[in-house]
T-cell receptor
Framework: GDSVTQMEGPVTLSEEAFLTINCTYT??????LFWYVQYPGEGLQLLLK?????DKGSNKGFEATYRKETTSFHLEKGSVQVSDSAVYFC??????????FGTGTSLTVIP | DSGVTQTPKHLITATGQRVTLRCSPR?????VYWYQQSLDQGLQFLIH???????AKGNILERFSAQQFPDLHSELNLSSLELGDSALYFC?????????????FGPGTRLTVL
């Protein structure tokens, strides 16, 4: 079945630093790809998504590009803020909308 | 607010007991998914229901069961509880199951087994 490998955390950055969280996946066919974010004490919420190769998803300054040739969907942000401190999950989905979540990467941004 | 509700928010019980967690999906969503989140194992998919029928099973123990009712709410039943069952349990809902549809997560139920 589909699976995902996500960069292990925890990651600690200073405010305004550049963020990259790596995500690679294995899948049959052409999955849609998602990044979800979980803020402390809350459920997961969608951060961004891409549904086909070379699509770029973006939201709140975060971006990720669907790279079919490298089966990757790395999350980036040019300048992180303290409010970005959260756990980030990468997930491909299959045609049945089954999500395959990674282990999550915890990000802490310090002032 | 995702529109997905879960009750109770917190549950504390003893080993060997049985509990029921409840989830109401967003209006119009036919699919309900259950996940377990523990500190050491991340987010584990348990089971998926679509319009009352089981669609897929993940890492769900035989002691656990679920169902989706005609009004589309779902219940996750956990029995013969063990200390290791302590975790956050999330449900999520989505539109009919074609690929690429966002799952909307509830706030979770925190289960503590003592």
């Amino acid at each position: 079945g589909d699976s995902v490998t996500q960069m292990e955390g925890p990651v600690t950055l200073s405010e305004e630093a550049f963020l990259t969280i790596n995500c690679t996946y294995t899948a049959t066919g052409y999955p849609s790809l998602f990044w979800y974010v979980q803020y402390p004490g809350e459920g997961l919420q969608l951060l961004l998504k891409a549904t086909k190769a070379d699509d770029k998803g973006s939201n709140k300054g975060f971006e990720a590009t669907y790279r079919k040739e490298t089966t990757s969907f790395h999350l980036e942000k040019g300048s992180v803020q303290v409010s970005d401190s959260a756990v980030y999950f990468c997930a491909p989905t299959d045609t049945g909308n089954q999500f395959y979540f990674g282990t999550g990467t915890s990000l802490t941004v310090i002032p | 607010d995702s529109g997905v509700t879960q009750t109770p928010k917190h549950l504390i019980t003893a080993t060997g007991q049985r509990v029921t967690l409840r989830c109401s999906p967003r209006s119009g969503d036919l699919s309900v998914y259950w996940y377990q989140q523990s500190l050491d194992q991340g987010l584990q998919f348990l089971i998926h229901y679509y319009n009352g029928e089981e669609r897929a099973k993940g890492n769900i123990l035989e002691r656990f069961s679920a169902q989706q009712f005609p009004d589309l709410h779902s219940e996750l039943n956990l029995s013969s509880l063990e200390l290791g069952d302590s975790a956050l349990y999330f449900c999520a809902s989505s539109m009919p199951t074609s690929g690429g549809n966002e799952q909307f997560f509830g706030p979770g139920t925190r289960l503590t087994v003592l």
